[in-house]
């Protein structure tokens, strides 16, 4: 998302080649994990990383 100039979250769908129902629910669940933000553009959301650095540790 950082580099991509992602547009939307339906902009992200189509360059995923996924479906947009589906990336939106990977999406809020880094929403809710503080990962993401939207910024409203229009009558669009563009969703975009909060942090420059992300730490991923393995849960066990």
């Known amino acids: 998302m950082r ?3 992602v547009g ?11 479906d947009k129902a589906a990336v939106s629910r990977d ?4 929403f809710r994990e503080d990962l993401i933000e939207y910024v409203a553009d229009g009558n669009k ?12 540790e393995p849960l066990a």
Do not use: C, W
């Open 45 to 56: 959301k563009r969703p975009e990383l909060k942090h420059e650095t992300v730490l991923v």
């Open 3 to 5: 580099s991509g100039g």
């Open 27 to 30: 999406l809020d669940v880094l």
């Open 8 to 18: 939307s979250v339906r902009g992200l769908a189509r360059s995923l080649d996924r």
